[in-house]
């Protein structure tokens, strides 16, 4: 492929299997650095398999996750984190009982001993100057936030992490018009401050706006791609 010298991620002829069933047959794409690339295709296409491949949550039986030049997909979640990679689930997998601010601190786990506090203070207020109502619910527990914030909330911590790819599976799911194009003025906003973005969308045309490439999958293979910018 044209440009993939310059590729942030990059992986040629994945494979990887759920259980005995074939999730990934044969996938490669590549995505430049401050890029926003979305992932579209039907129900069970493989979407959700690839995210999990690249971050270390499915095992990749064949072929290569590359992280700007570095082999990865044969490390543990945890140091695919600590490289840079980040991972909202369409879930989004808080933890309930714990306050905003400290499943937002639970975000930068892995910084802790690397950096200073100050630091990650830093890190929350940009988080509430993206979501300001974070800053309104910062004492309340996560789950009783709407879904809405819940999901403000889920890419939130993920930024805690210090990402330089930001993996989002479906992170505007059941939002009301409004929120929508709220989340994906934030996503465009993270672009232009240098974070790369993986994204799976249902809604195309709201994720095509802001994409500077589309990947289309089925039965678990890109069957498209192309530039959408310039």
Same mark, same amino acid.
């Given at each position: 492929?044209?440009?993939?010298?310059?590729?942030?991620?990059?992986?040629?002829?994945?494979?990887?299997?759920? +259980?005995?069933?074939?999730?990934?047959?044969? *996938?490669?794409?590549?995505?430049?650095?401050?890029?926003?690339?979305?992932?579209?295709?039907?129900?069970?296409?493989?979407?959700?398999?690839?995210?999990?491949?690249?971050? +270390?949550?499915?095992? *990749?039986?064949?072929?290569?996750?590359?992280?700007? !030049?570095?082999?990865?997909?044969?490390?543990? @979640?945890?140091?695919?984190?600590?490289?840079?990679?980040?991972?909202?689930?369409?879930?989004?997998?808080?933890?309930?009982?714990?306050? *905003?601010?400290?499943?937002?601190?639970?975000?930068?786990?892995?910084?802790?001993?690397?950096?200073?506090?100050?630091?990650?203070?830093?890190?929350?207020?940009? &988080?509430?100057?993206?979501? @300001?109502?974070?800053?309104?619910?910062?004492?309340?527990?996560?789950?009783?936030?709407? +879904?809405?914030?819940?999901?403000?909330?889920?890419?939130?911590?993920?930024?805690?992490?210090?990402?330089?790819?930001?993996?989002?599976?479906?992170?505007?799911?059941?939002?009301?018009?409004?929120?929508?194009?709220? &989340?994906?003025? &934030?996503?465009?906003?993270?672009?232009?401050?240098?974070?790369?973005?993986?994204?799976?969308?249902?809604?195309?045309?709201?994720?095509?706006?802001?994409?500077?490439?589309?990947? *289309?999958?089925?039965?678990?293979?890109?069957?498209?791609? +192309?530039?959408?910018? !310039?």
């Amino acid at each position: 492929m044209m440009g993939q010298n310059r590729a942030i991620l990059q992986m040629n002829d994945v494979h990887a299997n759920y +259980g005995s069933v074939p999730a990934l047959r044969g *996938v490669s794409l590549y995505i430049r650095q401050g890029e926003i690339a979305v992932l579209t295709g039907p129900h069970g296409s493989g979407k959700t398999a690839m995210l999990k491949a690249i971050c +270390g949550l499915l095992s *990749v039986v064949r072929g290569k996750v590359l992280f700007s !030049g570095l082999s990865i997909h044969s490390l543990s @979640p945890e140091k695919i984190v600590a490289l840079g990679i980040a991972y909202v689930d369409e879930m989004k997998l808080l933890f309930p009982s714990m306050s *905003v601010i400290d499943n937002l601190i639970l975000g930068a786990y892995h910084r802790h001993r690397k950096e200073g506090r100050d630091k990650i203070e830093q890190d929350i207020k940009t &988080v509430y100057q993206l979501f @300001p109502v974070l800053k309104e619910r910062r004492k309340q527990y996560a789950g009783t936030l709407s +879904g809405g914030e819940q999901r403000m909330l889920a890419i939130g911590r993920a930024l805690m992490s210090s990402p330089r790819l930001l993996l989002l599976d479906c992170p505007t799911l059941g939002l009301a018009p409004k929120l929508v194009k709220k &989340v994906m003025g &934030v996503i465009s906003e993270l672009r232009d401050q240098g974070v790369t973005i993986l994204l799976i969308e249902q809604k195309v045309r709201t994720a095509i706006n802001i994409a500077d490439r589309r990947y *289309v999958m089925e039965e678990g293979r890109i069957i498209s791609e +192309g530039s959408l910018s !310039g």
